[in-house]
């Protein structure tokens, strides 16, 4: 049995900790916020689970195994760092760290202290994310073309970080997971309309080998709740509706073949449409996959899908695109 110590208990530390306690192999033994009513609630709903104020007090627990850091982004290098110096395992809310610097050092302190880390990338643990995957790698897809991605909604403003690193996250790792190329080069556009400091809408365009081309559109001023990805291959194309309860997925046997006769200054486009399907994907409860997964990577010791190194590869992109936004567009290259 692994006990779990969950520093944060704000918007998604209630869903870390229920899906802790639903597992057999973990338990949860403390959970620490800063907010005295919080933990009066957390005490309410779970007796047996130990209540404090002070983070150290998890880290000097003897008894817990793995610390789950569910705290604005500006806090997680600094709790993580030091519940690896710990000996603890690290479980880490989306995005990693505030800066590629300081999620490289968390890489190499944990391969160090032979400790693992797990990134809250829960969208690549979901029926739908694993049922694409699948499709891409056994080629139903073809060759990619692009992934084209709106999230989208009257959102909650955060106070340390803009749109796109609240929202984007979710797209650049389940691109990271979905294929094994790096990004190139990006640009990325975005506005503060409500000047609060930090971006309320932005447009990222990514490059990456192949002539891929990846299109996110992060917003929290939307008057509804758009969750859609359109993901064109040479056979096949696809459609994610996340907010769907059935047919999440629909695949649409269209596609454009082009041909060039020698001598003819003439494209030739032959578009090609056939039926839509949509296959059935699993509804299991993405986070709980996770944390089992995570806890079966500590017991066997392989490295988590959604390790550190997966962490680092998504803040860089976060990254460039600040640059990219600083720049009014400009395009930057990796």
Not at 100 to 114: I, M, R
Not at 119 to 131: E, L, N, Q, S, W
Not at 233 to 238: D, E, I, R, T
Request: proline share 3%; glycine share 6%; charged share 25%.
């Amino acid at each position: 049995m692994l006990n779990v110590g969950v520093i944060g208990y704000g918007y998604w530390g209630p869903n870390i900790v229920r899906n802790f306690m639903a597992l057999d192999q973990t338990d949860v033994g403390m959970v620490c916020d800063l907010n005295a009513a919080v933990l009066k609630k957390v005490k309410s709903l779970y007796p047996t689970i130990e209540v404090t104020q002070d983070y150290k007090e998890v880290l000097r627990s003897a008894k817990i195994d793995i610390v789950a850091v569910v705290t604005p982004v500006s806090s997680h290098y600094e709790l993580a760092k030091a519940a690896l110096e710990s000996g603890k395992h690290v479980f880490i809310e989306k995005p990693f760290t505030a800066t590629s610097k300081q999620a490289q050092d968390l890489v190499e302190l944990a391969e160090k202290k032979n400790l693992k880390i797990m990134v809250d990338h829960t969208f690549i643990f979901t029926g739908a994310v694993r049922k694409i995957k699948e499709m891409i790698d056994d080629g139903v897809l073809g060759d990619l073309y692009y992934y084209d991605s709106t999230r989208v909604s009257l959102g909650l403003f955060q106070k340390d970080v803009n749109v796109i690193w609240d929202l984007a996250p979710h797209d650049f790792s389940i691109i990271d997971y979905l294929i094994s190329h790096q990004p190139e080069s990006l640009t990325a556009q975005g506005v503060d309309h409500v000047k609060s400091g930090q971006e309320n809408i932005a447009y990222i365009t990514v490059h990456y080998p192949n002539n891929l081309i990846v299109h996110v559109n992060v917003n929290w001023l939307s008057p509804v709740k758009v969750r859609t990805t359109l993901i064109g291959g040479k056979k096949k194309m696809l459609v994610w509706d996340d907010l769907q309860s059935d047919e999440k997925i629909k695949i649409y046997d269209k596609g454009v073949q082009m041909d060039t006769k020698e001598g003819m200054y003439q494209l030739l486009v032959d578009y090609r449409a056939g039926d839509m399907y949509s296959p059935r994907v699993d509804h299991a409860e993405a986070l709980k996959s996770e944390l089992a997964y995570f806890v079966e990577c500590i017991e066997t010791n392989e490295t988590p899908i959604n390790d550190g190194r997966a962490g680092l590869r998504v803040v860089k992109i976060l990254e460039k695109a600040d640059e990219s936004l600083k720049q009014k567009g400009k395009l930057v290259t990796f």
